[in-house]
């Protein structure tokens, strides 16, 4: 019986990694796999216009910074630009895209059915949905893979994200409703911890103390969510003793169409996630992303043993 991995098994976990864009998701992204153990000598980044971004790379993590790609090995590719500059990416890095064993896109709103047709037959392709809690290491990530894309890849993939949170893999049309929910949902917790605030100073508690307080409550709850495996309404439940100040409190928000609300909120941001990304993807083509002409299909085997 074998037990011993083969190269292709273990491949994704000893490729290169290529950053196009040098912002602040690629830069947690970044700091999480240092955090994790991960070698900077195999990290590379690049930009399109700004020197100190990528001296600040350099500086801060050891790792490879510059704009001469064509020095860069074959690795896995992670497209993290803003969906309009994602076009002019693809075309000035055509030859690390089409070398890639896999590259993983974190531009808003382009789906993969785009990028294949810019890119042609290679590489394999994933696209991924994150929020911004990835510069504390807590991010929720949903990513979704093209059919055929080989274990070993995906494992990559998820891997990356994993060093800055939870990884969920979903089909590809879920990524709206993903983005709606955990996307924008960091958003909706500062919102209420907003309204939590101004209504602790609507009591008589002084603006500060008020927002400390909440915060701090907010911070305890999510605390507790993370070490309980209750769900939330048991733990809510807990709290809430008959004719108590809680359930007062409750019953307000259920008079107001508490649950509905959030609902309703979260359907506009589904369908705002869907607008755009059509409106994303139209531009996307207009910057000249045009079809790729075929090309000749490149071995998985030979990507494979050339970014091990």
């Not at 020095?71 to 690390?96: I, Y």
């Not at 995906?154 to 891997?159: E, K, Q």
């Not at 409106?279 to 970014?307: C, I, K, N, T």
């Amino acid at each position: 019986m074998r037990t011993e991995p083969t190269d292709a098994e273990t491949a994704g976990a000893h490729s290169p990694l290529i950053f196009l864009g040098a912002g602040a998701v690629s830069e947690a992204i970044v700091a999480g796999l240092l955090a994790a153990g991960a070698d900077p000598t195999a990290i590379y980044v690049t930009n399109r216009a700004d020197d100190g971004r990528l001296e600040h790379f350099r500086r801060r993590f050891g790792v490879h910074a510059g704009r001469d790609t064509a020095a860069f090995p074959a690795g896995l590719v992670v497209l993290a630009v803003k969906p309009a500059d994602a076009a002019e990416a693809l075309r000035e890095h055509k030859t690390l895209f089409t070398r890639a064993p896999l590259a993983v896109s974190v531009a808003a709103g382009i789906p993969l059915a785009a990028l294949r047709s810019a890119l042609g037959p290679t590489p394999p392709l994933a696209r991924a949905m994150t929020n911004t809690s990835v510069v504390v290491r807590k991010a929720v990530t949903a990513i979704s893979f093209e059919a055929g894309v080989p274990p070993a890849w995906r494992r990559a993939a998820v891997r990356l994200f994993e060093a800055v949170g939870t990884v969920v893999e979903v089909d590809e049309p879920a990524l709206d409703a993903v983005t709606a929910l955990a996307g924008s949902g960091p958003a909706y917790v500062y919102y209420l911890l907003e309204a939590m605030t101004a209504a602790g100073a609507a009591v008589g508690l002084s603006p500060e103390l008020s927002a400390r307080l909440a915060r701090e409550t907010v911070i305890g709850a999510g605390a507790m969510l993370a070490a309980v495996p209750e769900a939330p309404e048991g733990l809510r439940k807990k709290i809430m003793s008959p004719g108590g100040t809680t359930e007062a409190a409750i019953d307000v928000l259920d008079a107001g169409g508490f649950f509905r609300l959030v609902e309703a909120a979260i359907e506009a941001a589904d369908r705002r996630a869907k607008a755009l990304g059509e409106r994303f993807r139209a531009a996307f083509y207009a910057r000249g992303a045009e079809p790729a002409a075929p090309e000749a299909p490149v071995e998985p085997g030979a990507l494979d043993r050339r970014s091990v």
